[in-house]
């Protein structure tokens, strides 16, 4: 595919379980990230990933969130023991560089919603 | 956090006017970026202005940047029913790589 693909583009949870939520970056992109979005706000940044650098978890709301690249290219973001206020759109994004000039290139989502 | 604000935070026009988004940020950047989001859905690449530019143009869009004032402009002109949409200003902050810093965006409605 030539852009980047999310799945599954809608989670309905309880609160309580766990979920994961996956991205599938475009070929050859060396950088992903995840954000957040809930309803009416901006994005929230939550991780990123460069090449094998360690990468940037500081947006990571608590410790119940985690991601992990494999094989630098899909990346998994679990969230443990899900709450209501986890409900959001998460939205994943690559780039071919994390050069402060390169256009980011998103995908459609996930909507998670924890009841 | 949020790096910039956008204003207004709603914008309903007619086709065929002006529409002219603002964004403020607080820090020092290396770029300034406009994405436009429909529908609650992914975000899509308008066009960047590099922090030693001061205008730039794609298409029916007009991006202005003035860093004394921290504050960029998004002008989209002869507008349309289609660009009803959410946009939104994003920046890198100062020497941070990689992430980008959002606003809250502005929802602008073209009505027929």
């Known amino acids: 595919g030539a852009g980047v693909s999310q799945s599954p583009s809608n989670k309905v949870t309880e609160k309580g379980k766990d979920v994961e939520l996956r991205c599938d970056p475009i070929?050859?992109?060396?950088?992903l990230y995840w954000y957040r979005q809930s309803l009416g706000q901006g994005l929230e940044f939550l991780i990123y990933?460069?090449?094998?650098?360690?990468?940037?978890k500081s947006g990571l709301p608590s410790d119940r969130f985690s991601a992990e690249r494999t094989g630098g290219s899909v990346s998994t973001l679990t969230i443990q023991r899900t709450q209501q206020e986890d409900s959001a759109v998460y939205l994943c994004?690559?780039?071919?560089?994390?050069?402060?000039?390169?256009?980011?290139?998103f995908g459609p989502g996930t909507r998670l919603t924890v009841l | 956090s949020q790096q910039g604000e956008e204003d207004p935070q709603a914008l309903s026009i007619q086709e065929g006017e002006n529409a002219t988004m603002n964004c403020s940020y607080k820090?020092?950047?290396?770029?300034l970026q406009w994405y436009r989001q429909n529908s609650g859905r992914g975000l899509v690449h308008l066009i960047l202005?590099?922090?030693?530019?001061r205008e730039k143009h794609s298409g029916r869009l007009r991006v202005t940047l003035d860093t004394s004032k921290k504050s960029s402009s998004l002008l989209i002109t002869a507008s349309r029913a289609a660009d009803t949409a959410s946009y939104f200003c994003?920046?890198?902050?100062?020497?941070?790589?990689?992430?980008?810093?959002f606003g809250r965006g502005t929802q602008l409605t073209v009505w027929p």
């Open positions: 994004a690559s780039s071919f560089t994390s050069g402060r000039s390169s256009e980011q290139f």
């Open positions: 070929s050859g992109h060396t950088a």
């Open positions: 990933f460069q090449g094998n650098s360690a990468p940037d």
């Open positions: 820090t020092s950047i290396n770029n």
């Open positions: 202005i590099r922090s030693n530019e």
């Open positions: 994003a920046t890198h902050r100062g020497s941070t790589l990689g992430r980008l810093y």
